[in-house]
C-alpha cells in the first residue's frame, strides 16, 4: 500500500552500504597530467609534421553558415592535381582526401 500524507515511510531502504557502490577517481587529475604529457612528448618526436592528418578549411554549404570557416573532411582530387600530387601519395605522406567533394570556388585553389 503506497504513503499516504506527510506520514513515515514504512520500510525505507536508506541504511545500504552506499560506500562499497561507488567508485572515487582520486587518479583522474593524475591521469590527466600523464596524458597531456603524453601528448606533448608526442608533439614533439614528430616535431615539424602535425599531429593529425592535413585538412583543407571549408566554408559550409548552406547560406545561415557559409560565413564562418571550419576543417574539412579533406582535399579534392582536382586539388591534388593542381599541386601535382596523387592520391596514393598524398595518403602516404598524411593528407586526406575526399573523392566526394566538389571544388567549386577558384579562390580555394590559390
Not at 10 to 16: D, E, F, M, Q, T
Not at 45 to 71: D, E, F, M, Q, T
Amino acid at each position: 500500500m503506497p504513503a499516504s500524507g506527510n506520514g513515515q515511510i514504512p520500510n525505507a531502504h536508506g541504511r545500504k552500504h552506499w560506500q562499497l557502490r561507488i567508485k572515487v577517481l582520486y587518479n583522474q587529475p593524475a591521469r590527466a597530467q600523464r596524458r597531456h604529457n603524453n601528448r606533448v612528448s608526442k608533439a614533439r618526436s614528430i616535431a615539424p609534421r602535425p599531429l593529425g592528418l592535413l585538412r583543407p578549411i571549408v566554408r559550409s554549404a548552406c547560406i545561415k553558415h557559409n560565413n564562418k570557416v571550419r576543417i574539412g573532411r579533406g582535399f579534392t582530387i582536382h586539388e591534388l592535381r593542381v599541386a601535382k600530387i596523387s592520391k596514393k601519395e598524398a595518403l602516404k605522406i598524411g593528407i586526406c582526401v575526399d573523392r566526394r567533394r566538389r571544388s567549386n570556388s577558384f579562390e580555394a585553389m590559390q
